[in-house]
């Protein structure tokens, strides 16, 4: 909830108090109301354009069966014939098809089916019967399946993915049914979908006031009396807090809502450090008999954006340090499992970052869920482009004649509902604090221009001058009106954004100025006169690059509130000339290992203690790019040590002894340099506070690969669905890890486990990634594993010619 402290940016200051209920059905993402079933085994599968063909009954055998979420794309072949923005992968036309049987004993009931995300341009049958169409790839989506049915025998629903235009993004975003399908079962009364939103109209260390509005649907022809009871818990504990519940008459066909109230005493705040939740438990009553029910997680903080001090948390004063994040994981594409996500959340978490930014679309509720859970702040952004087409690069980035496809296409017919409905959807997530209504929608020339681009000096990025034959920019200012007021409507509790790419060109529109707070892309030479010429705008830094003076703008200036990198992990597509996958700029890569980068932004933004040291050639100089963790070159050759710490003092040493060359300081970065000869052993940095030893690192030079060790994230899986990534490392006969060694793994599997997918993190490899044979990058790889039983042993085996195999095994305990 937000409560605006001055209600019109015309005032000095913006603030918001944003105290916050996450809404979900328990452990069941976005399904709000009814009897949520997954709904993603069993599904068949077709890589063609049927065209009429499924009318017809084609042949069964042509299917092939796959479990949902499901990619394509990523199944496919890298081409150089194929396109460089979705990473040289296939696109296509794809069928799913599964059928079902509706028990006798669901007479009566209303039967829907809903979809989390598919890319792109679905259309949903049921019986042959069109339920609906939707465009965008990102958004969640229902229909209800109750008119068609045949509850006394089989049913077929039909799903076309039609992504023939595959260059339709400047990233990868994958094919098919990439994310959960629901299955739901309700009475005819019912909660309604996204139906219930929850805010704290007053927040005090002694108590918290929740406002609870439920909105429940009538479906049926009579009017009807209902209750609507409601119960508070701390996650975890059975002990109720508050109660309250209300009757409410509901007209035949008609929806209608109750607002209730709970009074939470000393409430335990959300926080980053301490993410406490609650528990609402909703129940409909219709003659005292429960009719519908859901449990809802709560989180409750405030948060506050100042257009002077930039950013508070539970009146804490802090900088976002953000990362921005693409949808895919490597080999996996876009079908990405929570317990993957999870893993990698945690590990940007680990580096200092506080917040991401979903670039540049709603993202899967798994995602929100986890930051709601381990403490992450999020931007929750919903598009790339609006009326117009960017440019798509389909020979290498900014290389060659890019093509004009893309979402522009259906956002004058879709643009509004999409983004009320991604706001719907996440609106009571405690971890968003803000809503992007585009990415670099203002990006000069393309598609829009402005006058004021004729002007030299203006500092404005990607400048061309003036071309009056694009697309006028005062468009912005219409267009951005519309959406704003879209998500106002939805919801009132958070900010409205932007990431602004032409700021300078913008700042002749209104589109800045009917935004709430304003993100800033790669601009931050503008941060200090547009805050003195707009000293009521609030700014960030919507997108940045890692160097260190990036980082020194937002520091050092108060009224900046944050920054969020490109990016935090490495991801597909936007990819360079043949060959390259995408592109790698990531604080982790496509496997989720840390890079120098990761260690480099640690030293910046983690107040643990912590060390880091890496090499590079001699002729080498860039040290976000160049580094990495060999240490193996010729004797006395020349290598630059470059050493990441946010600790007072280091000592760097050779096989126990101090180095005694003078180190120098790398502008770009801070991090202090070394150039000394090569000589095998180990290298190592002690880092000191206040004289004390706090941290440590080292290098070590490795002899030929010897052995596989292989390590898990589990060893006991929880039944089928659940997930294992296993890390394989290189060591020689030592036990040190090799870090040049490319040697070739295959992977075996023997029980109730299957193989998701291996990943290396080498952009360069375009070997397919869902074989069970992958070279090692940097002497690692990792692997996915999905249980596919509720019981049994899976034992995996790892091996290479010449080479120790890596084995282990994995429990599975439904």
């Known amino acids: ?84 923005c979705t990473g040289y992968l296939p696109g296509g036309i794809g069928w799913y098809k599964k059928t079902f049987e509706v028990s006798n004993t669901d007479k009566g009931k209303l039967i829907y089916i809903y979809f989390g995300g598919v890319y792109c341009n679905s259309e949903v049958w049921i019986n042959d019967h069109l339920l609906g169409k939707r465009p965008n790839g990102y958004v969640s989506f229902m229909y209800d399946m109750t008119p068609y049915l045949n509850f006394d025998g089989q049913n077929t629903i039909l799903v076309k993915v039609d992504h023939s235009k595959s260059a339709d993004s400047r990233w990868y975003t994958g094919s098919g049914i990439y994310r959960d399908v629901y299955l739901i079962k309700a009475n005819s009364v019912h909660i309604d979908q ?13 108590r918290a006031v929740v406002d609870i509005t439920t909105v429940v649907r009538n479906s049926t022809k009579s009017a009807i009396l209902v209750t609507i009871k409601q119960k508070l818990t701390r996650k975890g504990d059975t002990k109720v807090i508050a109660t309250d519940q209300k009757d409410i008459t509901l007209g035949a066909s008609s929806t209608g809502s109750v607002a209730l109230k709970m009074t939470v005493s000393s409430p335990l705040l959300w926080s980053l450090a301490q993410p406490n939740l609650y528990e609402v438990h909703t129940s409909i009553l219709q003659n005292k008999n429960e009719i519908d029910k859901n449990i809802q997680q709560i989180g409750i903080r405030t948060v506050v954006f100042d257009a002077n001090k930039g950013f508070y948390l539970n009146g804490e004063n802090m900088k976002l340090k ?103 959807a996440h609106k009571n997530h405690p971890s968003i604090i803000m809503w992007s209504i ?71 529109t209104d589109y800045p100025f009917v935004l709430d707070i304003t993100g800033y892309n790669y601009t931050e030479s503008r941060y200090k006169q547009d805050h003195e010429k707009y000293s009521k705008r609030v700014i960030y830094g919507s997108e940045t690059r890692h160097e260190l003076g990036y980082w020194e703008s937002v520091k050092n200036n108060d009224y900046v509130a944050g920054q969020f990198l490109w990016t935090g992990i490495d991801y597909l597509g936007e990819a360079g000339s043949w060959p390259s996958r995408g592109f790698a700029c990531g604080l982790l890569d496509l496997a989720g290992f840390r890079k120098p980068l990761a260690y480099y932004r640690q030293s910046l933004w983690s107040e643990k203690p912590m060390v880091y040291i890496a090499s590079m050639p001699g002729n080498k100089s860039d040290f976000l790019y160049d580094l990495d963790e060999n240490w193996k070159y010729k004797l006395g050759e020349k290598v630059k040590v470059a050493c990441f710490t946010n600790c007072q003092k280091v000592i760097l ?36 506070n206040d004289g004390k030893e706090v941290a440590s690192f080292q290098l070590k030079t490795s002899e030929h690969p010897d052995a596989i060790v292989c390590k898990s994230n589990v060893q006991i899986l929880k039944g089928k669905g659940d997930i294992a990534q296993i890390e394989l490392t290189m060591l020689d006969k030592n036990g040190t890890p090799v870090f040049l060694s490319d040697n070739e793994i295959s992977c075996r599997i023997k029980g109730p486990g299957k193989l998701l997918g291996t990943e290396n993190g080498d952009m360069k490899d375009m070997v397919s990634h869902k074989t069970n044979k992958l070279r090692v990058y940097h002497g690692r790889l990792i692997t996915y594993i999905e249980c596919i039983e509720n019981k049994g042993i899976i034992d995996i085996e790892f091996s290479s010619n010449w080479i120790k195999p890596g084995r282990i095994s994995l429990a599975v305990k439904d």
């Not at 996204?194 to 002694?206: E, F, L, N």
């Open 1 to 84: 909830m937000i409560i605006y402290k001055f209600k019109s940016m015309n005032y000095r200051i913006f603030t918001i108090i944003l105290i916050f209920i996450l809404v979900q059905l328990h452990l069941l993402g976005q399904v709000s109301f009814g009897e949520s079933i997954k709904f993603n085994d069993s599904w068949k599968f077709k890589n063609k354009d049927l065209n009429d063909e499924f009318k017809t009954k084609s042949s069964e055998e042509s299917w092939r069966t796959v479990s949902l979420p499901h990619d394509w794309s990523v199944e496919g072949v890298h081409s150089p014939d194929l396109a460089s």
């Open 194 to 206: 996204w139906g219930v939103t929850c805010i704290a109209r007053s927040v005090s260390p002694k």
């Open 322 to 424: 953000g990362v921005c994040l693409h949808h895919d994981a490597g080999a996996l594409g876009s079908a990405v499992p929570k317990q993957v996500w999870e893993s990698r959340l945690k590990e940007l978490k680990s580096l200092g970052c506080n917040a991401i930014r979903t670039s540049h679309n709603s993202q899967d509720n798994s995602i929100y869920d986890i930051c709601d859970e381990i403490g992450l702040l999020v931007m929750d952004e919903a598009f790339d482009e609006w009326e117009f087409p960017k440019r798509k690069w389909v020979e290498g980035w900014n290389v060659g004649t890019p093509l004009y496809q893309g979402y522009s296409e259906y956002f004058n017919e879709w643009g509004e509902k999409d983004i009320t409905d991604m706001v719907m």
């Open 438 to 508: 585009g990415n670099e929608v203002d990006y000069p020339n393309d598609p829009y221009s402005h006058p004021v681009l004729d002007k030299e000096s203006i500092d404005q990025k990607a400048v061309i001058g003036y071309k009056p034959n694009q697309p006028d920019a005062g468009r912005l200012s219409v267009i951005s009106k519309k959406l704003v007021d879209c998500v106002r409507k939805a919801d009132t509790s958070r900010p409205v954004t932007g990431a602004l790419a032409g700021v300078v060109m913008s700042n002749h």
């Open 653 to 688: 040493k050779l096989n126990g002894n101090p180095i005694d060359v003078e180190s120098t300081i790398d502008s770009s970065t801070g991090g202090k340099c070394w150039e000394i000869p090569y000589k095998e052993g180990i290298l190592s940095a002690v880092g000191f």
